[in-house]
């Protein structure tokens, strides 16, 4: 099914899943794959994508592991960031993509950083939301006596219990925290909507649960060699200065740091237009 401005909804066969994907622009463009994070879905992307297609790109944002139907498994070990990284790389190749540009935010963003990280030879650029290079992250961790409360959710999510908790009141605990980033109440029910069940919620949620069973470990990620970008909305409730500020200190290629002064954590629903640019810049200079 193909919108008005272009973009079509696919299912991408890849990894031996089915992947809803929403895709557009040229087959022969550059391609963009786009990752969205959580609680979110492809529809991170809507201005992005018609965005890219109108510059000549080939835009793909899937539904991710968990977040897509055909793509569900039950248990908590299949959503390793190392099965999540070989998702993307192979919608990439159902594409037909050798390389690709990789956008990401929050999860979405982790798992961008640690494709280009471990998979440089695919990456043409690398531009990620919200989320900090992983080893930057880490070491806020340890250092930022702020960032463990600001990411209190990481270890309340890893519980057994915490899928109810999250579904109750129509997971309103994770409506509030959207409208309180000022995600409009529309988009809010469109992500909402793909999360409804406890089967969906859960299997998102295992992205937290699965953390500690990876053999890919954060704290020992590479620095990284392609032209990245990294945008960081200052009134970020999960990233703190610190993370943000020492990203740089991981990036030995070509860096941009785009600070969005009184942005918080959805940068594409709080600000919408700003990252587009943002992008389509960062594309042009390093494709």
Do not use: K
């Amino acid at each position: 099914m193909t919108s008005a401005n272009g973009v079509a909804t696919a299912v991408i066969e890849a990894n031996g899943l089915r992947f809803t994907a929403d895709v557009a622009g040229p087959d022969d463009g550059a391609a963009v794959l786009l990752l969205h994070g959580f609680p979110q879905t492809r529809h991170t992307w809507r201005a992005e994508l018609a965005a890219l297609a109108d510059a000549g790109y080939r835009a793909c944002a899937p539904d991710q592991r968990g977040y897509s139907e055909g793509a569900r498994p039950d248990g908590i070990a299949d959503y390793r960031v190392e099965l999540l990284m070989a998702d993307a790389l192979g919608i990439a190749d159902s594409l037909g993509a050798s390389r690709f540009h990789i956008v990401g935010h929050d999860w979405g963003g982790a798992l961008a950083w640690f494709l280009a990280a471990h998979h440089a030879e695919r990456v043409i650029s690398l531009s990620v939301i919200s989320r900090p290079h992983p080893a930057a992250f880490m070491a806020a961790m340890r250092d930022d006596p702020d960032q463990p409360h600001r990411s209190r959710h990481h270890p309340a999510f890893q519980r057994p219990e915490a899928t109810d908790a999250l579904l109750v009141d129509n997971a309103g605990a994770l409506r509030r925290a959207m409208a309180r980033n000022a995600v409009p109440d529309a988009d809010i029910d469109t992500y909402l909507a793909a999360l409804s069940s406890h089967e969906a919620l859960d299997a998102a949620v295992n992205w937290y649960r699965a953390m500690g069973q990876s053999s890919i470990q954060s704290s020992s990620t590479p620095a990284i060699d392609v032209p990245t970008m990294f945008v960081w909305g200052n009134e970020d409730a999960t990233v703190g200065r610190m993370a943000a500020e020492n990203t740089a200190d991981y990036v030995t290629g070509p860096y941009q740091f785009a600070e969005l002064p009184g942005v918080n954590h959805f940068v594409t629903d709080e600000a919408p237009g700003v990252f587009t640019e943002l992008l389509l810049a960062h594309l042009a200079q390093h494709g």
